[in-house]
């Protein structure tokens, strides 16, 4: 199995958008006007885009020092992304009440929070990606691509569905990242 698979590549891109998808839910219940829907989906993508650029970056600097069990340590960074996941998805803690507490979501260094940390996940996907030997260009652009189409669409439907349905989009993320790092130890 590698990286350059493009099931794996696209799995891995709906995993890591799961979280941008259920922020834009959450998002999108407050009825946001067109110039901040841009703003939010836009840098979700973008920084989808550049944190496996980053992870993969420290990830190649390394790689002489651990390259005799970088499948365990890459199998590893996935399966705690998926635990941080999973543990966040069946957290009480309501998200739609804190970003209606906020003034807008889609602004300053709410926006630039908010953007880290739905792709904070992608820092340990691109450090995946170099202890694979992966291309990283087309995961990169095909991560950045899917964070923002999953916000759009997350932005576009929030009015119209419960924040239950973001819970559960991110417990289905957790899941595909677990069996990705299950995969990940046949290399």
Request: net charge positive; charged share 15%; hydrophobic share 50%.
């Amino acid at each position: 199995m590698a990286f350059d698979s493009p099931f794996v590549v696209f799995s891995i891109a709906v995993a890591l958008g799961c979280d941008a998808l259920a922020v834009g839910l959450a998002v999108g219940t407050r009825n946001p006007d067109f110039r901040a829907r841009f703003r939010l989906w836009f840098h979700f993508g973008l920084f989808q885009f550049f944190m496996p650029l980053v992870g993969w970056y420290i990830g190649r600097k390394t790689l002489a020092y651990i390259e005799a069990y970088d499948h365990w340590i890459a199998a590893g960074l996935l399966w705690v992304i998926a635990a941080k996941m999973l543990k966040e998805s069946l957290s009480n803690d309501d998200e739609e009440a804190n970003s209606r507490s906020a003034s807008d979501p889609t602004r300053g260094w709410s926006l630039v929070a908010l953007s880290f940390a739905t792709s904070f996940d992608a820092l340990g996907v691109g450090f995946s990606l170099s202890m694979a030997r992966t291309p990283l260009l087309v995961p990169c652009v095909i991560i950045g691509l899917m964070a923002g189409t999953m916000t759009y669409t997350g932005l576009r439907l929030g009015t119209r569905l419960s924040a239950a349905f973001g819970k559960r989009v991110e417990m289905f993320g957790a899941g595909i990242l677990f069996y990705i790092g299950y995969r990940l130890l046949e290399i």
